[in-house]
């Protein structure tokens, strides 16, 4: 099924800008953990599990900015527990450690949302050397989903959610350089590349699960009112300004989060793409097992989950 125009440019400015509220559930002692939870879609969305009562652990970077949402959910009197790890998903040594402390603290996950994104105007590199965009949007998210993947597939029923884009539709795939060493940078090629990568991990996941009665799928919440590109400059800066005008509130992308999560129409798929609303095929070549095999071997290389393997 396709969008109404069939092209990502169109589709995208012009999704639609409202989505229905999702029926609030009893989630009293379930578990979520989320990233990018601090504004923006992820902060509505954090707040909308805390009101039907699930326990939230909060992934973030600022300290004083993660701290101030967890004060307003104990302030508005939400009856769950909620916590708060730092972790900057750029750098791999502290996703690991952020992991081992969720892995110590809770006996199930029920839920992984991963929602933290970056989008980068210059080429910048992570504290492990990888480029910047590819790492926070791709890399800390995979091996962060791998390290809590078992607890996950031990919980009945769980769900993990990677929060992708539309722009997946015209990412190419560098095998060879997907740090864009090669192959000239952009914003949009960097970020829709880790983008289509996060597909690819979800079909993976989706594949290894089989059997399992834990899901993953990956969403695309829509043109979405957000801080994603707040550090652009210059004339990329006027183009967000003017597309902002376009985009939908914050508020539809946090229902579209939760929806993705608990809506009884995504509980019986895995590994799928949902579009907005609506279940599409991705870009080919996220399709391609091949890719998929290989992208795969290259990030447990990258994270160091392959060598943490071939020591075992």
Same mark, same amino acid.
């Given at each position: =099924?396709?969008?109404? @125009?069939?092209?990502c440019w169109f589709d995208t400015f012009l999704g639609?800008?409202?989505a229905p509220k999702v029926p609030n559930r009893d989630l009293t002692g379930k578990m979520v953990v989320f990233t990018g939870g601090?504004?923006? =879609?992820?902060?509505i969305a954090v707040e909308r599990f805390a009101e039907m009562g699930a326990d939230v652990c909060l992934f973030g970077r600022n300290i004083?900015?993660?701290?101030?949402?967890? &004060?307003? #959910?104990?302030? *508005?009197?939400?009856?769950g527990k909620f916590t708060f790890v730092r972790c900057d998903l750029s750098d791999l040594g502290q996703v690991r450690n952020a992991a081992g402390k969720v892995l110590d603290q809770y006996e199930h996950i029920d839920y992984l949302i991963n929602c933290a994104g970056l989008n980068l105007s210059e080429r910048t590199l992570s504290p492990d050397g990888y480029e910047m965009n590819f790492a926070v949007n791709y890399l800390g998210p995979f091996l962060l989903t791998e390290l809590l993947l078992e607890k996950i597939k031990a919980t009945p029923n769980a769900c993990i959610v990677h929060v992708t884009s539309a722009t997946q539709a015209v990412a190419k795939l560098f095998l060879d350089d997907l740090q864009l060493e090669k192959h000239k940078w952009s914003m949009l090629q960097s970020y829709a590349q880790a983008k289509l990568c996060m597909l690819m991990h979800g079909r993976n996941v989706a594949d290894r699960l089989a059997g399992n009665t834990t899901s993953i799928n990956c969403l695309n919440p829509g043109y979405i009112r957000t801080n994603l590109v707040?550090?652009?400059?210059? !004339? %990329?800066?006027? @183009?967000?300004?003017?597309?902002?005008?376009? *985009? /939908?509130? /914050?508020?539809?992308g946090g229902e579209r989060i939760l929806a993705a999560a608990l809506d009884s129409?995504? /509980?019986?798929?895995?590994?799928? @793409? !949902?579009?907005?609303? !609506?279940?599409? %095929?991705p870009n080919p070549l996220a399709?391609? /097992? =091949?890719?998929?095999?290989?992208? =795969? &071997? !290259?990030?447990? &290389? @990258?994270?160091? #989950? &392959?060598?943490?393997?071939? %020591?075992q």
């Open positions: =099924m396709k969008r109404p @125009f069939g092209n639609r800008k409202t601090t504004d923006g =879609m992820g902060r004083q900015k993660t701290e101030s949402v967890l &004060e307003e #959910l104990l302030r *508005a009197g939400y009856p707040r550090h652009t400059r210059g !004339i %990329e800066r006027l @183009f967000v300004v003017l597309f902002g005008k376009l *985009a /939908a509130p /914050a508020w539809v129409r995504y /509980a019986a798929v895995s590994g799928k @793409f !949902i579009y907005e609303d !609506i279940l599409l %095929e399709l391609d /097992a =091949m890719n998929v095999a290989k992208l =795969m &071997e !290259i990030s447990r &290389e @990258f994270t160091g #989950l &392959e060598r943490n393997r071939k %020591e």
